[in-house]
């Protein structure tokens, strides 16, 4: 996406959105290209009013809501999302820029959401997507949820949503379910952060989509089943402190795990194998 160099600052983005959030003004009264682009550049304000309300807000109104913006808007959007701010900052630890990452995320989510609807993205950029998607998931260490003073950044989370949104594509070869359940599980394994915000249940939304379009419920068992012996594993790698939260994350998503398949025959096998892996922690 080209930026056009007179892009609107912090304070007079916020003054228009909260006029059009209001009904002061409408979406139609403003030059919506210019509006997103200026969107985009603070899509990672550390003012969470504007961040979180006004410009996650207004993209959830003009993409999920009312559908106001062009597909080949979106389009651009995704690919500035993907190749610019996804990643941005990302070496970093514990800096600012994991606003901007985390609301990219959530805005790739609403596009995918919408491409479901509407079917306008090509296979290709479905797989690019994914690819993207999963490199960042990877490489974001900064797994924070919510940061005082500044907000949510819920990178976990967020990032779980816009998952969720690609595998219920039709687009997406179904053969990539193992491999995405693999980039799930390893976040649950990181041990620098204790998921105290929901995480293992976000985490656990894009997992069942998956196991309701085709996934294996073998690849889950597997992986389960290794669990014990991998924390045995990490026990003797790691400190006191970074085991124990380590212990807890895997614990939170397996009891997590464990309640949202109790009482559903369908999920019997699989509900015996998180009883069993309990048991085992």
Known sequence: ????????????????????????????????????????????????????NLIYGSFYELIHEKNLLEHSLLTELLEDSLNNLLCKGIEESESDLVFTRTFTSL???????????????????????????????????????????????????????AIDELVKNPKLNKASYSEIVSALYNVVLQE???????????????????????????????????????????????????????VFNCKSFVKSFYIKTNGKPKFAALHKCIEACLDAL
């Open 1 to 52: 996406m080209i930026l056009n160099k007179n892009l609107l600052k912090e304070i007079e983005l916020k003054k228009i959105l909260t006029d059009i959030s209001s009904g002061n003004k409408t979406w139609q009264q403003e030059d919506q290209t210019h509006l997103v682009q200026s969107m985009m550049l603070h899509i990672g304000s550390l003012d969470s009013e504007l961040r979180d």
């Open 192 to 246: 620098n952060h204790a998921f105290i915000h929901n995480e293992d249940e976000r985490i656990l939304v894009p997992i069942f989509t998956m196991l309701e379009h085709g996934l294996e419920e073998q690849e889950i068992i597997r992986l389960l089943q290794e669990l014990p012996a991998t924390l045995k594993v990490k026990k003797e790698q790691l400190d006191v402190q970074h085991h124990r939260i380590l």
């Open 107 to 161: 805005l790739i989510a609403l596009i995918l959401c919408r491409d479901n609807a509407d079917d306008f993205l090509s296979q290709q950029k479905i797989a690019d997507c994914k690819d993207k998607v999963l490199a960042y998931l990877a490489a974001e260490k900064d797994v924070r949820g919510y940061v005082p003073v500044k907000g949510w950044a819920h990178s976990v989370a967020h990032m779980a949503d």
